[in-house]
């Protein structure tokens, strides 16, 4: 019986791709050549046998040779790409193109991956060609009503889509170019794409290129050329020809190329772009979601006393109209939402009218009725929002205790304040602070931090609106923080422009809650002290309200209006017992 090994032993490459695999084994057509390759498994060759060698070897016992036990081990991990073979692909870079089916062949056995979001073909092919695999090649078939531009350069960027069969490694910086003209253009458009209150940058945007100037354009037509942000919000659209374009950046919902739904995020250059062979194409976007009109997404009447309004957005500037039938009427915004707390004169059945509108884009009517008030009073009372087990107290600060009902008043008598160890009844100051719709109790004291306290509130120590008060006792343990633990913050700003408005908020970076929100306009400096603040690092937020309506306005388009610029700037750490001297450059470049 003929050895085995005293064959030729071959590579991988070397299989031609007319071959056939089964199993461990490789067929070679009858018509091409009279032999078989078996693999090796432990050394990782591949052996070629003459068809001889089986008039006196059984199949059987050949194939079980192949298969040898054993997992593969040894060797290399294979991190070699695709690679195209130039010679039996389809030509690229080929001008004055006709519709043909483009077959792009390789080395190895292949397979795609993420085609619908790999694969990018600009100027948009309408139909999307199909993109298929037979035996190692990567198909591309146009359907037969697709129209090819005229005199434009089409760019097929494949990404990562075409990957080697065992590794997943991706073909490198592969694409197909072919004009449908005389020449391959060669100029290029690139830049960054950023979000406009964030300022991080945005994945997957596309960037459009328009030889249409009419305004509508990004809303009728598919663009010229495209391309889409990258993880890092870069962009490059290459092979452009020398024009004048109308220039978008669009996040869309679905992948038509239309700036066609109200929450896709957009960004447009101001002029015309002209490319050409001297011009800087360099791009920087910040998309922005336009400002929808304010809009009700809920109301909630389910208790007396409160309606819970939710918007769509920040209701601001809204205007109210009722009947003067309120005993008290107080007004709650959190976020997106409107609490409305009232109590009505009347005790009996009758309903009041409340009417809140904003501009001519909003109205809206609701009914307060008197009907549910005695139930409402019978099986409520007053109570802390949040039931802590203790209070960390800021010794610089007043204590504040936040309730579930507007406070009408309080009986100081009632409400005290002890050392725990002598229980000695320390002097405090009691208020109602007003811009929490009264639900805040204020407590004042200096306190001392290596002292504990406690709180006691006694039954019916508390009234509110609705002639309610709190019916057990509160006691609550108060710790004093270390003053060392806290710092103050002089912030000045510098540099404003006096013919302008400024809102400015600082918070502790990484919160939403801020420490501080101003409004600023005819100086051109301005100073604010931040005293017994936690240390940390803080974010400085400034917002140039160019329409001076006291908040942040989103762009709109067909306004051509873009959003109001945003600038930030995080500010030196805050240490333990210290003094933050911080001056602030407001820069407003175009």
């Known amino acids: 019986m003929p050895s085995i090994h005293n064959y030729t032993m071959l ?15 490789v067929f070679f057509p009858h018509d091409r050549r009279n032999m078989l390759v078996c693999v090796d498994s432990y050394q990782h060759t591949l052996i070629k046998i003459p068809k001889s060698f089986f008039i006196l070897v059984p199949l059987s016992f050949f194939l079980s040779n192949c298969a040898n036990p054993g997992t593969l081990s040894g060797g290399p991990k294979d991190e070699r790409p695709p690679q195209l073979d130039t010679v039996l692909s389809t030509p690229n870079l080929q001008t004055n193109f006709e519709k043909q089916t483009i077959e792009l062949a390789f080395d190895e056995w292949i397979k795609l991956n993420k085609v619908f979001e790999q694969v990018v073909i600009s100027p948009p092919v309408v139909p999307a060609p199909e993109i298929t695999i037979k035996k190692r090649s990567v198909l591309i078939e146009f359907e037969e009503e697709v129209e090819f531009r005229e005199n434009a350069t089409y760019v097929i960027n494949f990404g990562e889509a075409v990957q080697d069969l065992t590794e997943s490694n991706p073909a490198e910086d592969l694409r197909f170019i072919f004009s449908t003209g005389d020449y391959i253009d060669s100029l290029e458009v690139s830049g960054t794409v950023k979000d406009a209150l964030t300022d991080e940058a945005v994945e997957n945007v596309l960037v459009m290129l328009y030889d249409n100037l009419a305004d509508t354009v990004v809303r009728t037509e598919v663009p010229f050329y495209f391309a889409r942000t990258d993880e ?16 978008f950046a669009l996040e869309e919902n679905i992948s038509n190329y239309l700036f066609d739904f109200a929450n896709e995020r957009i960004d447009f250059l101001d002029t015309f772009l002209v490319v050409n062979d001297s011009s800087v194409n360099r791009l920087d976007f910040k998309i922005f979601l336009e400002e929808p009109e304010l809009e009700i997404k809920d109301i909630n009447q389910d208790q007396y006393g409160l309606a819970r309004i939710e918007f769509n957005q920040k209701p601001l500037d809204l205007m109210f109209k009722y009947e003067a039938n309120f005993e008290d009427l107080y007004f709650d915004y959190e976020k997106d939402s409107l609490r409305i707390w009232y109590d009505l004169i009347s005790r009996d059945s ?59 008043g309080f009986d ?130 400034i917002t140039i309200d160019a329409n001076k309506n006291g908040k942040w306005d989103s762009g709109n388009y067909d306004l051509k209006t873009k959003p109001e610029k945003i600038i930030k700037q995080t500010l030196q750490e805050l240490l333990a017992g210290f003094d933050l001297d911080s001056t602030v450059e407001v820069v407003d470049d175009p």
């Open 412 to 541: 100081s008598s009632l409400i005290q304040i002890y050392t725990d160890t002598t229980r000695t009844v320390v002097p405090i100051q009691l208020s109602i602070d007003s811009t929490s719709a009264h639900r805040k109790l204020m407590i004042q004291h200096d306190w001392i931090d290596s002292l504990t306290y406690e709180l006691e509130i006694l039954p019916n120590a508390l009234t509110d609106i609705y002639d309610l008060s709190n019916p057990d006792t509160i006691m609550l343990p108060i710790s004093i923080l270390n003053p060392k633990e806290f710092g103050n913050i002089n912030l000045a700003l510098d540099s404003l422009d006096s013919l302008k408005q400024y809102l400015v908020t600082i918070k502790p970076e990484g919160s939403t809650i801020p420490i501080g929100e101003f409004t600023i306009s005819e100086v051109t400096t301005w100073e604010q002290e931040f005293q017994a603040i936690k240390i940390g690092v803080y974010e400085l937020e």
């Open 350 to 408: 009758s309903q009041t009218e409340f009417i809140l509108s904003k501009d001519s884009t909003l109205t809206d009517t609701l009914i307060f009725s008197a009907a549910s008030r005695a139930e409402f009073v019978a099986s409520d009372s007053i109570r802390l929002q949040k039931i802590p087990k203790s209070i960390s107290q800021n010794p610089l600060r007043p204590l504040e205790l936040l309730f579930n009902h507007p406070l009408l």
């Open 11 to 25: 590579t991988k490459k070397d299989i031609p791709s007319q071959f056939h695999y089964l199993g461990s084994v």
């Open 232 to 247: 890092t919000g870069n962009f490059t659209i290459s092979n452009v020809r020398a024009d004048t374009f109308k220039v």
